[in-house]
């Protein structure tokens, strides 16, 4: 190392500072552009090509301490050759849950769109931070683009927005706006000498609303959950006494949460109704349709979100059933005044100068609680450009039609059991396996139905054949709730996923 030190300090107009050499790049670009091309080939080879093989495994099931053993996490003093860390993504892939997997049933999003992924692959290579045009002109443009036409499927004639790392952050964004709406002066003088405040959400309504109770220091008990029907979807009549029961409390009703699509049923309130409450009482109406906005697209489907266009404000989330790629998630507001800019700006005189050289209206960052915040609209709007609102608008009437072909399936299997009658693409559904099908009704057939749904995951997920999740509600032993989204989903997989289980409970 000495001797390369002192060839460099002979060169012309070499520089040493602090025992560091300061003259020329200290990255080798050769090396890592080959890594980069080298990376991407395992890329497409290993993720990209295999998208739609269902021959290929959702995952390769192991334990933590052997996983740990096989990725060698640890991180050493002396970098690693390329050939090693090229195996190191080999590992990465190999043992990575496949979400592009046909018969990744999981979660509320899956699949890969073409397009969104290209868009991600130019903002990582990129490398953009949303807050200023100056640093990011396409991009805030591109939003722009995006939340205006997202704005016009809700049905509002103006509006504003910005994306969020996550439906859960859009949630805690409405509460605090709606709060600030209430009391602007919250902002400055903080929460002593403020009324108790109080919202409304479902039972059915998504944990991020007690999570965002709790971070805005409003209280979790503050929360004031709404009696929902058998469907799941809150019941209007059981909304107005608990707000007057508020009101008779002393309390400062602020806030109501209706859900759009709630995260186990689907189920989709009753926003009209909703809707006429809190205008009666003076009450911001947020719509949490992180899972159900996507039917928006749909001229046949979005008949389940009517009345949302007499809300203040929605999070939908693009990443769930239109494919955008996590994360992309938009808060949307109706207000068009600034209220955003008001309620979340701190006017940092480093970044948001009134005096640059261009409309600094577009420096938008001083609406977001974030400074750094990535380009996320940006892979919506390539993949809506490629598709077109008719091609988003096929992906939702596909998932839901193949959601209804498999219930029509499920009736007729001997051993499956729905919960209920979807509305929208979750499947809800029991397996009774054989030893169980001539028991009587009653607390231990129920105790050993609770036990089958945990033994069959475990089962699928060691044989890497599917992932299909299950959990226990309100009062119900575990069932599985099967979400149809990927355009890569066709029949025949509806068709596997219930000769899977049954293969797969044969023994139980």
Same mark, same amino acid.
């Given at each position: ?19 560091? +050499?300061?003259?020329?790049? /200290? ?14 080939? /395992? ?7 295999? &998208?739609?093989?269902?021959?290929? #495994?959702?995952?390769?099931?192991? !334990? ?33 849950? #496949? ?5 990744? $049933? ?12 290209? =868009?991600?692959?130019?903002?990582? !290579? ?18 722009? !683009?995006?939340?205006?036409? @997202? ?10 927005? +910005? ?8 949630? @805690?964004?409405?509460?605090?706006? =709606? ?9 400055? #003088? ?22 965002? &109770? ?37 309390? =400062? ?57 007499? &809300? ?43 005096? #640059? ?11 977001? +609680? ?28 596909? &998932? ?28 809800? $559904? ?22 089958? =749904?945990?033994? +069959?995951?475990?089962? @699928? ?48």
């Amino acid at each position: 190392v000495g001797v390369c030190k002192q060839e460099m300090l002979q060169k012309k107009n070499a520089v040493l500072v602090d025992g560091v +050499i300061l003259n020329g790049p /200290i990255m080798d670009s050769k090396a890592g552009e080959k890594f980069v091309e080298e990376a991407c080939k /395992i890329i497409m080879e290993e993720i990209v090509q295999k &998208a739609d093989d269902v021959t290929e #495994k959702v995952c390769e099931w192991q !334990a933590p301490e052997t996983l740990k053993q096989i990725l060698d996490l640890e991180m050493r003093d002396t970098g690693e050759c390329h050939q090693k860390l090229l195996q190191l993504c080999r590992d990465v892939i190999q043992y990575s849950v #496949k979400t592009s997997h046909p018969r990744f $049933f999981n979660q509320l999003y899956a699949g890969i769109d073409y397009y969104s992924l290209v =868009a991600r692959f130019i903002t990582e !290579a990129l490398n953009p931070s949303v807050y200023t045009y100056e640093v990011s002109p396409v991009f805030l443009l591109v939003e722009e !683009a995006v939340i205006k036409k @997202m704005i016009e499927f809700i049905g509002w004639e103006e509006g504003d927005g +910005i994306f969020n790392p996550g439906g859960s952050v859009s949630n @805690m964004y409405a509460m605090n706006l =709606a709060r600030y709406k209430f009391c602007p002066e919250i902002k400055e #003088k903080g929460l002593s000498g403020q009324p108790r405040l109080v919202l409304f959400a479902s039972e059915e309504c998504h944990y991020s609303m007690k999570k965002a &109770a709790s971070f805005l220091g409003i209280g979790t008990e503050n929360v004031y959950f709404i009696r929902t029907d058998e469907r799941g979807k809150m019941i209007p009549e059981e909304l107005e006494k608990q707000v007057q029961r508020a009101r008779k409390e002393g309390s =400062a009703p602020f806030l109501v949460c209706a859900t759009a699509g709630t995260t186990v049923l689907g189920a989709f309130d009753p926003l009209d109704k909703i809707a006429d409450i809190c205008e009666k009482h003076g009450l911001w109406l947020h719509v949490d349709a992180s899972w159900g906005g996507s039917a928006l697209i749909s001229r046949k489907h979005c008949r389940l979100l009517h009345g949302i266009h007499r &809300a203040d404000s929605v999070a939908w989330n693009p990443h769930k059933m239109l494919l955008a790629g996590i994360q992309c998630c938009a808060l949307l507001v109706k207000d068009n005044s600034g209220l955003l800019k008001k309620c979340y700006s701190a006017e940092a005189a480093y970044l948001f100068q009134q005096d #640059k050289f261009y409309d600094v209206s577009y420096d938008t960052g001083d609406k977001s +609680i974030q400074c750094s915040r990535r380009p996320d609209a940006f892979k919506f709007w390539l993949m809506w450009k490629a598709l077109g609102t008719t091609g988003l608008e096929e992906r939702v009437n596909r &998932a839901l039609a193949l959601a209804r072909y498999l219930v029509e399936e499920i009736k007729k299997r001997e051993g499956f059991q729905l919960l209920l009658e979807p509305e929208y693409a979750n499947v809800c $559904f029991w397996y009774i396996p054989p030893s169980l099908r001539e028991m009587e009704d009653g607390p231990e057939f129920w105790q050993k139905l609770h036990q089958v =749904a945990p033994i +069959i995951k475990e089962r @699928m997920m060691k044989k890497g054949s599917m992932m299909l999740g299950y959990q226990p509600h309100r009062g119900k032993v575990n069932f599985f709730r099967q979400v149809v989204i990927s355009p890569q989903v066709s029949r025949e997989d509806m068709d596997f996923l219930l000769n899977e289980i049954e293969l797969l409970a044969k023994d139980l």
